[in-house]
């Protein structure tokens, strides 16, 4: 079965960095894209950005842009989202979502999440 | 950046009624939309996508409807398990979210 286990919850300071990493089991990480989703407490679901696990290929949203990079390491069936300058309104849950192979599309399988708290 | 702006914020129904939910798109995506529903400490779920679509192991009281700009997600008949967020998902651009309506016990 498709499964997507990400890493531990993560507290921070601002201006540091973090990286979330997301393991694909159950079927083939290169075949497919993996999406970033956050939310902050309270709040509702925002995309941050998708790569293609095949190619490497990107997209992001408007103010993700220079902030994140996502990568991935198909032999071990990993994606990576890393996030630096964190700010105290980085706070929120992220997850991993599996998406396209040629763009985000739908999010068929997610991750459980991974708590980022960004607090001096 | 195409917004998505879902209504009512949240609606108030009993078990055994029905549920109309809203998406408008500021902008045309097609069908290129899909439903999902969160949970209370769990990941969202994906119901329906493609508009009208129902995702693997969707029970057939949901459904979806629309294009272009404006879409639906209906519910025949809640069921207690039903109570919870819904968000529309646009992705024909890039990607982005509307902020949600949660259907909660009147």
């Known amino acids: 079965q498709v499964q997507l286990v990400q890493s531990g919850t993560e507290v921070k300071k601002p201006g540091a960095s973090v990286k979330v990493s997301c393991k694909a089991s159950g079927y083939t990480l290169s075949n497919f894209g993996i999406n970033w989703v956050r939310q902050a407490p309270g709040q509702g679901l925002e995309w941050m950005g998708w790569i293609s696990a095949y190619n490497g290929n990107t997209k992001f949203a408007q103010k993700f842009h220079g902030r994140v990079t996502l990568t991935t390491d198909t032999s071990r069936s990993i994606a990576y989202m890393d996030l630096r300058n964190l700010r105290s309104d980085d706070t929120a849950v992220y997850y991993c979502a599996r998406g396209g192979i040629a763009a985000p599309t739908k999010f068929d399988y997610w991750g459980q999440g991974t708590l980022i708290t960004v607090s001096s | 950046e195409i917004v998505l702006t879902q209504s009512p914020g949240t609606l108030s129904l009993s078990p055994g009624e029905g549920a109309t939910l809203s998406c408008r798109a500021s902008q045309s995506v097609s069908n290129y939309l899909a439903w999902y529903q969160q949970k209370p400490g769990q990941a969202p779920r994906l119901l329906i996508y493609a508009a009208s679509s129902r995702a693997t192991g969707i029970p057939d009281r949901f459904s979806g409807g629309g294009s272009d700009t404006d879409f639906t997600l209906a519910i025949s008949r809640l069921e207690p398990e039903d109570f919870a967020v819904y968000y529309c998902?646009?992705?024909?651009?890039?990607?982005?979210f509307g902020g949600g309506t949660k259907v909660d016990f009147k």
């Open positions: 998902q646009q992705y024909a651009f890039a990607s982005t």
